[in-house]
């Protein structure tokens, strides 16, 4: 390194950051969220809103997710990666069979229900799955764009031409699923595998935060220049701003390839699970 103390360049290093919030309205955080940034794992869970329980539902869906690509990682070892994709399908089957059992235990937790969208991180690739209308967007030169589909009766009607999109953003039935974990005994999550590239920035989030915030707002904010943390927590803030109806959670995560801050926030042994409110 030159005695001026310039940076060095390295590999790629993951800048993320998760948080969440229950919001203005609710009287509970039913979200819940794990992010394993040595590994560059990102799980987030929404627990269904007017079902008992919402808390719990989603925090089994993120344990057995990640519990299930740790036995996957383990088994396969380190020079032999397994099918993320086929993990991640199955892993969220898995997640939905405890639910609806745990929702068979007492009244307390019947009908609980959740939705969950997680995605697996390299540098040049991305492994994703999800269920639910918790949603996964990729920032690239300025355009966002929906890696994930909502699994709700509102999309049915604008992929038939029924609605547009701008009639669906106020729909009353926009939060009605058509799949979800909790709601049958048997789902079927959507899986995905995207090139990622230098710059792009991605975005796990709840509806507290779509119902709030518009796309055009979601991305400026997500693509100002700005520590992950304070990303989050701006768009945390907006949807605040804008009523906070609802629990608001959100994941941002980027790949970049200069160490621009002295601190670890993103160190090989972070390892962080929230359902309540908070910022990591």
Known sequence: MPDGGEMQKRSPTLECAACT??????????DSLRVDTGRG???????MGGHSSGDLASALAVCYVRNNLLDATEKNGEDKKPDYAEVLANSIIEAN?????????????HSMGST????????GEMTY???????????????LTQLSRDHTLVQEFVDAGHLTVEM??????????TRGLGVNDEVEPDTGI????????????????????????????????????????????????AG????????????????QYGDDRCADDAHHQMNMNGCE
């Open 129 to 143: 799955a999800y269920i639910g209308d918790s949603r996964l967007y990729l920032l690239r030169n300025g355009t």
């Open 97 to 109: 069979t405890a639910i609806r059992s745990a929702g068979k235990q007492s009244d307390a937790t």
């Open 244 to 259: 906070g109806h609802d629990n608001v959670s959100v994941i941002v995560a980027w790949f970049d390839e200069w160490i």
């Open 21 to 30: 919030d229950i919001g203005l309205v609710r009287s509970r955080n039913e």
């Open 116 to 123: 969950f969208v997680g995605a697996l991180l390299n540098p």
């Open 41 to 47: 794992w990102l799980l987030l869970a929404d627990g």
């Open 168 to 177: 669906a953003q106020n729909h009353p039935y926009r939060g009605l699923l």
């Open 194 to 241: 995207c090139a990622l590239h230098p710059g792009d920035r991605l975005l796990l989030c709840t509806d507290g935060l779509t119902d709030m915030v518009n796309e055009h707002e979601i991305a400026t904010l997500l693509g100002m220049p700005a520590r992950a943390d304070e990303v989050a927590r701006s768009l945390i803030e907006a949807a605040n701003s």
